[in-house]
């Protein structure tokens, strides 16, 4: 019998395996691919290594505009391919080898949940105190017709393969444009391909605050992705997507198609049933310790649908396990940051303008326009990017922050942390930020509240 059966190997499935170990627990990791999951495999670190090229690739391109002559810059998508492999080997080494450090005993197979405290792998039945289900999330099939044949024939991908293409499609047509489409958009628009994205929304980028969103659409725009909003994909034939706007259809040329229309939790097949863990719309529900209807079971990770980030995950994770090890820990969902890895970069946290207007709360917002910082005017030739904040009227602290330019990644935890701690905005004031940075940009808007 083990202390703990974790079911699952990516963020979720190997930090809860990692924190147990080092808590001295027994604990067995089942994962049916790769540890790492989608994130370490085919999802944020891949996507990362590809997308870093392209902005090497970018930099080279313009290199005149910072003084710099570069004759025949080019790209070989190739070579950049087996680049990232190469990062996504030495990450799951990593992982493996901590698993060994902390004693974790790892099988490579698939796990089905046979009851309360079971698990069976092949025929082998294991028993756990408790189970961890960390099953993770898979792209969203839409039943729209020609999809199951494209996807069968290869001209259809999905976030897995896309990463593996052996050349630069021609026509690329992204079905969907949220985190992956826009991801995937930046680089294949970097790297040569002629790329659409077709979105249903009358917006790019899901709940992004607007004007940021807006922004990053213009950007897009100007470097030659043709974004089609407000449309619905009617059709996918072997060389284009149809699609229909205002009762008119039309028609985009396409040789490969990114389908990235959202992600749903993994719960069917792996025996939830059994175990009597209850579910809601296809994901795990779980309570703020992470806990599931069964005393036992705890979920974390994207199987429980609320968030879907790797760093979610983590937390979950986390909070799992020291529930588990009797320590009081609960998640907060309200200061999460998120980010897309656009070139510029978006980040997010908390409420956007929307979401606070729609919640109804008494707020006021402050934009910034990055060229504030000396350090972006230093960097960028130009740029559009902002900051914009959401402070709450009455209490005075930061409710939201959002920030498009480069850096806003390594920049947002900062507003997140604020957020987290409920710092009032003369706190904030009074924190002193190193000059000069980016993040000073954070700061100025700051002051821009009186
Ligand atoms: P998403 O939910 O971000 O975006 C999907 C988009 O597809 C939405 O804008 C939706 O309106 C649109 N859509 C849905 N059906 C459609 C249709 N039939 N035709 C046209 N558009 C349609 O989902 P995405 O991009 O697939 O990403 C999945 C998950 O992975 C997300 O939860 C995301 O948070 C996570 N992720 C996070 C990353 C990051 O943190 N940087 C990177 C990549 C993924």
């Given at each position: 019998?083990?202390?703990?059966?974790?079911?699952?190997?990516?963020p979720?499935?190997?930090?809860?395996?990692?924190?147990?170990?080092?808590?001295?627990?027994?604990?067995?990791?089942?994962?049916?691919?790769?540890?790492?999951?989608?994130?370490?495999?085919?999802?944020c670190?891949?996507?990362k290594?590809?997308?870093?090229?392209?902005?090497?690739?970018?930099?080279?391109?313009?290199?005149?505009?910072?003084?710099?002559?570069?004759?025949?810059?080019?790209?070989?998508?190739?070579?950049?391919?087996?680049?990232?492999?190469?990062?996504?080997?030495?990450?799951?080494?990593?992982?493996?080898?901590?698993?060994?450090?902390?004693?974790?005993?790892?099988?490579?197979?698939?796990?089905?949940?046979?009851?309360?405290?079971?698990?069976?792998?092949?025929?082998?039945?294991?028993?756990?105190?408790?189970?961890?289900?960390?099953?993770?999330?898979?792209?969203?099939?839409?039943?729209?017709?020609?999809?199951?044949?494209?996807?069968?024939?290869?001209?259809?991908?999905?976030?897995?393969?896309?990463?593996?293409?052996?050349?630069?499609?021609?026509?690329?047509?992204?079905?969907?444009?949220?985190?992956?489409?826009?991801?995937?958009?930046?680089?294949?628009?970097?790297?040569?391909?002629?790329?659409?994205?077709?979105?249903?929304?009358?917006?790019?980028?899901?709940?992004?605050?607007?004007?940021?969103?807006?922004?990053?659409?213009?950007?897009?725009?100007?470097?030659?992705?043709?974004?089609?909003?407000?449309?619905?994909?009617?059709?996918?034939?072997?060389?284009?997507?149809?699609?229909?706007?205002?009762?008119?259809?039309?028609?985009?040329?396409?040789?490969?198609?990114?389908?990235?229309?959202?992600?749903?939790?993994?719960?069917?097949?792996?025996?939830?049933?059994?175990?009597?863990?209850?579910?809601?719309?296809?994901?795990?529900?779980?309570?703020?310790?992470?806990?599931?209807?069964?005393?036992?079971?705890?979920?974390?990770?994207?199987?429980?649908?609320?968030s879907?980030l790797a760093h979610t995950a983590y937390r979950?994770?986390e909070?799992?396990?020291?529930?588990?090890?009797?320590?009081?820990?609960?998640?907060r969902y309200n200061a999460i940051p998120s980010v897309i890895y656009?070139?510029?970069e978006v980040a997010s946290v908390g409420e956007?303008?929307?979401?606070?207007?729609?919640?109804?709360?008494?707020?006021?917002?402050?934009?910034?326009?990055?060229?504030?910082?000396?350090?972006?005017?230093?960097?960028?030739?130009?740029?559009?990017?902002?900051c914009k904040i959401?402070?709450?009227?009455?209490?005075?602290?930061l409710l939201g922050a959002h920030l498009i330019g480069n850096y806003a990644s390594e920049i947002i935890y900062g507003a997140g942390l604020m957020i987290e701690m409920q710092m009032?905005?003369?706190?904030i004031?009074?924190l002193?930020f190193p000059?000069?940075t980016v993040c000073e940009i954070i700061r100025?808007t700051i002051?821009?509240?009186?």
């Amino acid at each position: 019998m083990y202390d703990l059966i974790v079911l699952g190997g990516g963020p979720a499935g190997y930090l809860a395996a990692e924190r147990a170990g080092s808590a001295g627990l027994s604990v067995l990791l089942i994962e049916k691919r790769s540890l790492g999951g989608v994130c370490l495999n085919e999802g944020c670190i891949p996507s990362k290594a590809l997308l870093h090229c392209a902005k090497v690739f970018d930099y080279t391109k313009h290199a005149d505009q910072y003084g710099i002559k570069v004759a025949d810059s080019q790209i070989d998508h190739k070579a950049v391919v087996e680049r990232k492999n190469k990062v996504v080997k030495t990450l799951v080494a990593g992982v493996q080898s901590l698993m060994k450090a902390k004693k974790v005993t790892v099988i490579n197979d698939t796990g089905i949940i046979t009851g309360r405290n079971t698990v069976k792998v092949s025929d082998t039945e294991y028993e756990g105190r408790y189970l961890i289900v960390c099953t993770g999330s898979e792209p969203i099939i839409p039943p729209i017709p020609g999809v199951k044949e494209g996807l069968k024939s290869g001209m259809i991908v999905t976030n897995r393969e896309i990463l593996d293409l052996e050349s630069v499609p021609k026509n690329l047509v992204i079905i969907g444009g949220g985190v992956i489409g826009l991801e995937m958009a930046s680089y294949f628009n970097s790297v040569g391909s002629a790329v659409t994205v077709i979105e249903m929304l009358p917006n790019i980028a899901g709940p992004t605050d607007r004007e940021i969103s807006s922004i990053l659409l213009k950007n897009y725009t100007a470097k030659g992705i043709s974004f089609k909003t407000g449309c619905r994909v009617t059709k996918v034939t072997e060389d284009s997507v149809v699609y229909e706007s205002e009762g008119k259809e039309y028609s985009a040329p396409a040789d490969k198609v990114l389908l990235s229309v959202g992600r749903r939790p993994c719960t069917e097949g792996i025996g939830l049933e059994a175990a009597g863990v209850y579910c809601e719309k296809g994901a795990i529900v779980t309570d703020k310790r992470c806990l599931t209807n069964i005393p036992n079971i705890y979920a974390a990770g994207d199987v429980n649908g609320r968030s879907m980030l790797a760093h979610t995950a983590y937390r979950e994770a986390e909070v799992a396990v020291n529930n588990i090890l009797g320590k009081k820990d609960i998640m907060r969902y309200n200061a999460i940051p998120s980010v897309i890895y656009t070139n510029p970069e978006v980040a997010s946290v908390g409420e956007t303008q929307e979401s606070a207007e729609k919640a109804g709360l008494d707020f006021e917002a402050f934009v910034m326009p990055m060229m504030y910082s000396g350090r972006y005017v230093a960097e960028n030739m130009s740029g559009d990017g902002i900051c914009k904040i959401i402070v709450d009227k009455k209490t005075k602290t930061l409710l939201g922050a959002h920030l498009i330019g480069n850096y806003a990644s390594e920049i947002i935890y900062g507003a997140g942390l604020m957020i987290e701690m409920q710092m009032r905005i003369d706190d904030i004031k009074e924190l002193v930020f190193p000059h000069p940075t980016v993040c000073e940009i954070i700061r100025e808007t700051i002051f821009a509240v009186h």
